[in-house]
């Protein structure tokens, strides 16, 4: 599932939020095991990503960094997400939910400016959630 949203006025468009989701079979204790581990968070965040504790920075071989804003552990995890050095600073979160059928995993990205190929960023973290999926097995 993924959803685009863009709020506008009359003179100017607002920031945009991408949201992605998928559900696994696995429960969410297993699930944020395989999110914090290396192969986790560069699932998540590109190659050379590592994430880490609230107030930690990142970097990945793309060029994108942030830092951990919020760690919540089995529930949640924001950053801020850069795509490059002169770029705005964005907002993304991880929520873990248990549900019947095991997990369910929800990437929403906030504050992308209308400027932003909103599209890609769909893909990029549809991408992230289809290797956590490939990962968890």
Known sequence: MNEQSQGDTLVNPVDTTVKVSRSVSQPVKDIWKLLVTPQG??????????????GDSWHAADGTFGVIRSYHPLEQIRFSWHAAEEAPKTIVEVDLTADDAGTV?????QGIPGYYDAAALTRRWEGALERLVSAAG
């Open 41 to 54: 968070a560069e699932a998540l965040l590109g190659h050379g990503g590592e994430l880490g504790d609230k």
């Open 105 to 109: 995993m929800e990437i929403t990205h």
